[in-house]
């Protein structure tokens, strides 16, 4: 079995185990690892007739862990990162921070190989700044769906929203997520060429 399918395998097995009994309510759960399920059935349908660079699909299976781990226990809760508020006095629980930096560093090496495999753009200026812009709109069109789910759902949504009292929690989050997708292009774009060059060899 190829590495790709051990890690959407190894993935996969741990969603499954992360619904058995969540420490989240099970709607939150859900809604938290519904991008997880979408991916993983793209992924298992794609990966003989699109194969992703080794590098991309360890960034999704990484990816895949942080929005499973904070499905189980909600954002807001999340052992590790109380223990660190407590401990350094914060005033809340930061792994959505982590979240939503992941949700720009991730997709934007996803975003950057299918542009250049797919679209006339070559790397440079304009895929630099293209792959930034597609997410940080994908990163506000999340911010959305968060506010239509809340709208519909009333209290039920608060542990999705998580925004733990902070006013500014939608700017944040878009903010982290345009660093993110900055950042991942400056210090894996040189690796990420690198096995696309491989991969289209092979």
């Known amino acids: 079995m190829s590495r790709q399918w051990l890690l959407l395998a190894a993935v996969a097995l741990t969603l499954v185990i992360s619904g058995i009994d969540p420490v989240a309510d099970r709607f939150t759960w859900f809604l938290e690892t519904l991008p997880v399920m979408i991916g993983l059935v793209i992924l298992f ?43 350094l006095e914060l005033s809340r629980n930061h792994y959505d921070r ?41 990163s506000a069109f999340y911010e959305m769906l968060e506010w239509w789910t809340a709208l519909l759902s009333g209290d039920a949504a608060d542990a ?34 690198r096995q696309l060059l491989n991969l289209s060899g092979r």
């Open 45 to 87: 349908m794609t990966v003989r007739r699109f194969p992703l660079t080794s590098l991309l699909y360890h960034l999704l299976a990484l990816h895949a862990l942080i929005l499973i781990i904070g499905g189980y226990y909600t954002y807001a809760e999340v052992p590790l990162f109380n223990w660190l508020r407590d401990g």
């Open 160 to 193: 999705f929203l998580g925004t733990q009292g902070d006013n500014w929690d939608t700017q944040w989050d878009m903010f982290l997520a345009l660093i993110g997708a900055v950042g991942a292009q400056l210090m894996l774009g040189r690796i990420h060429d």
């Open 98 to 138: 982590v979240g939503h930096l992941a949700q720009g560093f991730i997709p934007a090496i996803l975003v950057r190989e299918i542009l250049l495999r797919l679209s006339p753009l070559d790397r440079g200026g304009w895929l630099f700044l293209v792959t930034s812009c597609i997410c940080l709109a994908f």
